[in-house]
């Protein structure tokens, strides 16, 4: 594997991994769900904006406007997912939500071959059946029998909107790195604030005991961690960002446990195994060539 392509892989990981503890982070918060989403995306794009002109980098998407048109899609796709996933958190349980979103990797599994010309290979797609199971047996416990049709509408909005956003962001073949991170987080804010000045207009009061929360979840979590996800997200296989993109929450139910002390069951260790395992074989022996055309 060149080392470009090692680099990439450290750098998409270490993004889901600080991803995975967005959930424990906004549980000490108090804010409503579209509230902390609209500030985590503005410290976060501003944080990205100032360091990329601190760096004096240039803008090059007025020069690909192909290329800034599947960023800007990428980002409005974001910022929807983001909106119906955390409703859906507060309809149906994080569970529940978090089985829902992650249909989205399947998605683009099942569309790669036709979108990307990548092959869709046995270990790659057992190994995938593999996370999915252990995905669902990591959430089953903490699922939300209340058959809430908005809620499950919802959390199935979030990953057609997931599956979206990682197609038209690979689409982006010019513009990547910092500054695709930076157009695809600022549309993002400007499409989550359409809707909050919509719903109860500009203003948002901060409770004392949140900023440090808010400053942690925003500039860190979103600012350096959508940096990392987006600068290695276009030198990924599709398959490859489909697979990995599980241990977002499996890392996050590992930090609840470890941090909010969140007991976890035999049957979801036996999950997290299935997850870690399905991931190293499709990785492994599932390759990631683009087929022959």
């Known amino acids: 594997m060149p080392t470009g392509q090692n680099t990439a892989y450290l750098k998409f990981l270490l993004a889901l991994l600080i991803f995975g503890t967005n959930g ?39 020069g690909n406007p192909k290329d800034a048109g599947y960023i800007c899609v990428s980002g409005i796709a974001m910022g929807l997912s983001w909106l119906f996933l955390f409703e859906a958190y507060q309809q ?31 270990p790659r797609v057992a190994g995938f059946l593999a996370v999915v199971a252990g995905m669902y047996l990591v959430n089953a416990a903490l699922l939300d029998n209340s058959g809430n049709s908005w809620g499950v509408f919802c959390g199935l909005m979030s990953a057609v909107l997931l599956a979206v956003m990682i197609i038209a962001n690979k689409r982006s073949r010019f513009i990547s790195g910092f500054e695709n991170a930076v157009i695809q987080l600022f ?15 500009v203003a948002v009061y901060v409770p004392p005991e949140d900023i440090f929360f808010i400053l942690l979840l925003g ?7 959508c940096y990392l996800y987006f600068s290695a997200l276009g030198k990924l296989p599709a398959q490859s960002v489909a697979v990995l993109g599980y241990i977002e929450p499996l890392s996050a139910v590992v930090f609840s446990a470890l941090i909010l002390s969140e007991v976890l069951l035999p049957v979801q260790i036996l999950g997290a195994a299935l997850i870690l395992g399905g991931a190293f074989v499709a990785e492994v022996f599932g390759g990631g060539k683009r087929a022959e055309s």
């Open 24 to 62: 424990i982070i906004a549980s000490f918060i108090g804010m409503s769900s579209y509230e902390i989403v609209f500030l985590r995306t503005l410290i976060g794009s501003a944080v990205l904006i100032a360091i990329f002109l601190i760096l004096k980098n240039g803008f090059t998407c007025f």
């Open 92 to 122: 149906i349980g994080v569970g529940a939500s978090t089985l829902a979103y992650y249909i989205g990797p399947v998605i683009v599994l099942v569309l790669s071959p036709f979108l990307f010309g990548e092959r869709l290979s046995v």
């Open 187 to 201: 549309v993002a804010f400007l499409t989550i604030a359409v809707f909050k000045i919509l719903l109860d207009g």
């Open 219 to 225: 500039a860190f979590n979103t600012g350096f961690g």
